[in-house]
């Protein structure tokens, strides 16, 4: 500020009183962020997209023990199930061996990748 003259000092002054202090600003923030948590918690947030549970097939109602899952979940037990009982491929691990229970939702399938899996649990998902 030592280069301006002094009527910027002055001018710069009368702006700086006109403005908010931080805290001022601060407790206006706060105090919208928890209103906006409030609304929120009151709200009940839809499941979209794979996190929406829908209808399975008899197969894999089988397999999960539930009649409703959202994809997420299913791809969940499914490689719960695969890591417990060791079947992924120790030489290529992209690779799934397949037990009984997995043949029945893969397709009678002796092996599969892992990026198969999702184009392969698709059909057991009824439409509505």
Not at 23 to 36: I, P, Q, R
Not at 82 to 108: H, M, S, Y
């Given at each position: ?10 001018a ?27 609304e929120?918690?009151t709200k ?7 996190t ?7 197969a894999?109602?089988?397999f999960?023990?539930?009649?409703e899952?959202?994809?997420?979940e ?8 695969i890591k ?17 229970k ?8 002796e092996?599969?990748?892992?990026l ?13």
């Amino acid at each position: 500020m030592a280069m301006f003259y002094r009527g910027s000092k002055l001018a710069m002054a009368a702006v700086k009183a006109l403005q908010p202090s931080r805290t001022a600003m601060a407790a206006a923030k706060e105090a919208a962020t928890s209103a906006a948590a409030a609304e929120s918690d009151t709200k009940v947030a839809k499941r979209r997209g794979i996190t929406a549970p829908g209808p399975l097939s008899p197969a894999m109602k089988k397999f999960l023990g539930v009649s409703e899952a959202s994809r997420a979940e299913v791809v969940k037990k499914i490689w719960e199930h695969i890591k417990t009982n060791n079947l992924q491929n120790p030489a290529n691990k992209r690779e799934v061996f397949c037990d009984e229970k997995l043949k029945t939702i893969f397709g009678q399938k002796e092996n599969v990748g892992m990026l198969e899996i999702a184009k392969l649990i698709s059909p057991h998902f009824i439409k509505k």
